[in-house]
């Protein structure tokens, strides 16, 4: 789905006629879509970076569909796990937006790094959604072609993924893809709990004397599982970018519009050459941080209510009811399609074959090696024991 840049002009049907400076009592907020699904025009930070978007009816009634997809099918993966068909599964719950809006915002020839939570992302770069239920099943390394579809791996390790990118992005610098339109830039994933780590503002470090065209994206849940964001940070995350040299700003990240804005801006700027930026989406987990965790035990149930009132779904759906975009045969079609597609990734990962344990020597070398070779033989005799056997 063709999405409009930034800093068109937005017809006036669609939004009020007026900027805004500051949203949810936070001056700072980047907001484009209030949780009454309310338009607003474009929003000027204090920089005069000035955020807007200009949508089709077709583009917003695509990014609403996004938006739907997304969370059910994150919602089978879930249920799959609570009944013993994954062994692990890490929710983007409440989380939709920020991974639409820049997954959304991303151009042909960038690149993303993940964490293990960007579902959403990974479905906007064209990936089949059964790719990384093959890795929290065991049965798989979780294998799409990184190059083909501009999306690596999952990375467990916590903010090890930043480093990549900022390696990565030093590469595309090197071959001389930035200063056009046409250029490349890379955008790094990771959540507010990761900002702790070494590793994450070791690649702040490199990306920022660099100048790489990295765009690091920090999903603010509030959360580091049970950790609460004040036990991470004394100061706003986006304000961090400051003392490594390069800006940071921060968004509504329920707001799927302005996520994309904000992103769609940041990742042509590093394209031009013009260096790193920080995005703080600030946003909540609604659900578990993953399915061993329980949030009832350091999180009230008042907070989440409050957050479920701005949820990133509703949101939209009531700008498109409002704005006479869509009307209850489109939500309907929708929630069908979820619906099938939800019960299609089912059966699919139902069907999944037990991979044979000598394959896990397959894809260790390109070419393979002679010690390879030779441990698979050792491990091939060793299966080969237990054959007629009741172990």
Same mark, same amino acid.
């Given at each position: 789905m063709?999405?409009?840049d930034?800093?068109?002009t937005? +017809?006036?049907?669609?939004?009020?006629?007026r900027?805004?400076?500051?949203a949810?009592?936070?001056?700072?907020?980047v907001?484009?879509?209030t949780p009454?699904g309310?338009?607003i025009?474009?929003?000027?930070?204090?920089?005069?970076?000035?955020?807007?978007?200009?949508?089709?009816?077709?583009?917003y +009634?695509?990014?609403?569909?996004?938006?739907?997809?997304?969370?059910?099918?994150?919602a089978?993966?879930?249920?799959?796990?609570?009944?013993?068909?994954?062994?692990?599964?890490?929710?983007?719950?409440?989380?939709e937006?920020?991974?639409?809006?820049?997954?959304?915002?991303?151009?042909?020839?960038?690149?993303?790094f993940?964490?293990?939570?960007? !579902?959403g992302?990974?479905y906007c770069?064209g990936?089949d959604?059964?790719?990384?239920?093959?890795l929290?099943?065991?049965v798989d390394?979780?294998g799409w072609?990184?190059n083909?579809?501009k999306f690596?791996?999952y990375?467990?390790?916590?903010?090890?993924?930043?480093?990549h990118?900022?390696?990565?992005?030093?590469?595309?610098?090197?071959?001389?893809k930035?200063?056009t339109?046409?250029g490349?830039?890379?955008?790094?994933?990771?959540?507010?709990?990761?900002?702790?780590?070494?590793?994450?503002n070791?690649?702040?470090?490199?990306?920022s004397?660099f100048?790489?065209?990295?765009?690091?994206?920090c999903?603010?849940n509030?959360?580091?599982?049970?950790?609460?964001?004040e036990r991470q940070?004394?100061?706003?995350l986006?304000?961090?970018?400051?003392g490594?040299?390069?800006p940071g700003?921060?968004v509504?990240?329920?707001?799927?519009?302005?996520?994309?804005?904000?992103?769609?801006?940041?990742?042509?700027?590093?394209?031009?050459?013009?260096g790193?930026?920080?995005?703080?989406?600030?946003?909540?987990?609604?659900?578990?941080h993953?399915?061993?965790?329980?949030?009832?035990?350091y999180?009230i149930?008042s907070?989440?209510?409050?957050?479920?009132?701005k949820?990133?779904?509703?949101?939209?759906k009531?700008?498109?009811?409002?704005?006479?975009?869509?009307?209850?045969?489109?939500?309907?079609?929708?929630?069908e399609?979820a +619906?099938r597609?939800?019960v299609h990734?089912?059966?699919r990962v139902l069907?999944m074959?037990?991979?044979?344990?000598?394959?896990?020597?397959? !894809?260790?070398?390109p070419n393979?090696?002679?010690l390879?070779d030779?441990?698979?033989?050792?491990?091939?005799?060793?299966m080969?024991?237990?054959?007629?056997?009741?172990?």
């Amino acid at each position: 789905m063709a999405k409009g840049d930034p800093g068109g002009t937005t +017809r006036s049907r669609r939004a009020a006629p007026r900027s805004k400076k500051g949203a949810a009592g936070d001056p700072e907020l980047v907001q484009l879509l209030t949780p009454d699904g309310e338009r607003i025009e474009s929003h000027t930070s204090p920089d005069g970076t000035e955020y807007r978007v200009d949508f089709t009816d077709e583009e917003y +009634r695509g990014l609403y569909r996004d938006l739907v997809l997304v969370r059910k099918l994150d919602a089978e993966a879930t249920a799959l796990q609570r009944q013993g068909e994954l062994g692990l599964w890490a929710s983007l719950l409440g989380q939709e937006a920020a991974q639409v809006g820049s997954g959304r915002a991303l151009r042909a020839q960038d690149m993303a790094f993940p964490t293990y939570r960007e !579902h959403g992302v990974l479905y906007c770069r064209g990936i089949d959604p059964i790719m990384p239920l093959g890795l929290f099943r065991g049965v798989d390394q979780g294998g799409w072609d990184p190059n083909e579809f501009k999306f690596n791996m999952y990375t467990i390790v916590i903010g090890a993924q930043t480093l990549h990118a900022t390696g990565y992005a030093m590469g595309i610098t090197m071959d001389g893809k930035t200063g056009t339109d046409d250029g490349e830039a890379a955008i790094a994933y990771f959540g507010d709990g990761a900002t702790s780590q070494g590793d994450v503002n070791e690649a702040f470090v490199w990306a920022s004397v660099f100048n790489a065209p990295l765009v690091f994206f920090c999903q603010n849940n509030q959360y580091a599982i049970s950790e609460p964001l004040e036990r991470q940070t004394r100061v706003p995350l986006y304000q961090r970018a400051a003392g490594f040299g390069f800006p940071g700003v921060r968004v509504d990240g329920n707001d799927v519009l302005a996520s994309y804005a904000v992103t769609r801006t940041a990742l042509d700027n590093a394209r031009h050459g013009q260096g790193p930026s920080l995005i703080e989406a600030y946003t909540y987990r609604m659900g578990a941080h993953t399915t061993s965790d329980d949030p009832t035990r350091y999180r009230i149930a008042s907070e989440v209510e409050a957050w479920q009132a701005k949820d990133p779904i509703t949101r939209v759906k009531a700008f498109l009811e409002k704005q006479q975009i869509a009307d209850a045969a489109f939500f309907a079609e929708v929630d069908e399609q979820a +619906r099938r597609e939800s019960v299609h990734l089912r059966e699919r990962v139902l069907d999944m074959p037990n991979p044979e344990p000598v394959t896990m020597f397959d !894809h260790v070398y390109p070419n393979g090696s002679p010690l390879l070779d030779e441990q698979r033989a050792q491990f091939t005799r060793y299966m080969e024991s237990f054959e007629g056997s009741a172990h």
